[in-house]
């Protein structure tokens, strides 16, 4: 929470007495960068699909700068006060990126586990040359390959959201 020192100015009009504060509850403070903010949000599709949401949960809490939310997500962050919201569309480029079709992988079935049952819709992991796992998805199956796809599922869309800031810690 961002510590403020509250003060309260006290004007007596003939009609009675005004109460004026400035600087409580934080509502003056912006957040900026190396700031640690919790947020509620809620992404939406062009078509109006929710892919994802906070509302009816914890709100989503990380810091400003370090690069660990989605480029325009962060973006849109930057500069709200606590209690203020808006919505924006993050265009693909600042999104998850475009769709990149050599990520898009057929396989043949004999290089898979023998137990394995691929069906379109599930997800794998992989590991890659460098060691690393890859979520991937099934995209396809046949009698003699498979087809997984390795981009984000959001990959290639702009995206909407309408956030809210809760708290600058």
Partial sequence: MVNKVCSLIMITLLS???????GCNGGSAMASDGDTVRVHYTGTLEDGTTFDTSVGHEPLEFTLGEGNMIPGFEKAVYGLKIGESKTVTIPVE?????????LVIIMEREQL????????????????TDGRTAVVIVTDVSETTITVDANHP?????L??????VEIK
Avoid: C, S, W
């Fill in 16 to 22: 009675g007495i005004v109460l004026l504060t400035n």
């Fill in 160 to 165: 909407t959201f309408e956030i809210e800031l």
């Fill in 113 to 128: 586990p023998a137990d394995l049952d691929p069906k379109v819709g599930q997800q794998l992991q992989m590991q890659q």
């Fill in 94 to 102: 600042e999104a998850y990126g475009p769709h990149r079709d050599d």
């Fill in 154 to 158: 959001l990959a290639g869309k702009d």
